[in-house]
Nanobody, 117 residues
Framework: QVQLVESGGGLVQPGGSLRLSCAAS????????MGWYRQAPGKQREVVAT???????NYADSVKGRFTISRDNAKNAVHLQMNSLKSEDTAVYYC???????????WGQGTQVTVSS
């Protein structure tokens, strides 16, 4: 079965960094676009960053220049390096895998990121 397992979340001070990881199993990883989404309390889930199977990336304006998404196809993993964290980045972060061209997707359970002094 398909599994996406996030890790790396935690508590960090403003200006600090975290690196989130998502390990995928049960899918042919190379044919999936991967993404990170987040949802803060009382807010809608929003896309943070996506990366296509062959490398192109997209970022939300709110994180551009601070976050970097990457993937390791050999290890079936996707990462999100988060630098210069702000309190506004506090949310549950979810890993997403989307197959092209079917658009069928899977979600991880999420990992909490809290940015606070």
């Amino acid at each position: 079965q398909v599994q996406l397992v996030e890790s790396g979340g935690g508590l960090v001070q403003p200006g600090g960094s975290l690196r989130l990881s998502c390990a995928a199993s049960g899918i042919s990883f190379r044919i999936y676009a991967m993404g990170w989404y987040r949802q803060a309390p009382g807010k809608q889930r929003e896309v943070v960053a996506t990366i296509i199977s062959d490398g192109p990336t997209n970022y939300a304006d709110s994180v551009k220049g601070r976050f970097t998404i990457s993937r390791d196809n050999a290890k079936n993993a996707v990462h999100l390096q988060m630098n210069s964290l702000k309190s506004e980045d506090t949310a549950v972060y979810y890993c997403n895998a989307e197959q092209w061209p079917t658009r069928y997707d899977y979600w991880g359970q999420g990992t909490q990121v809290t940015v606070s002094s």
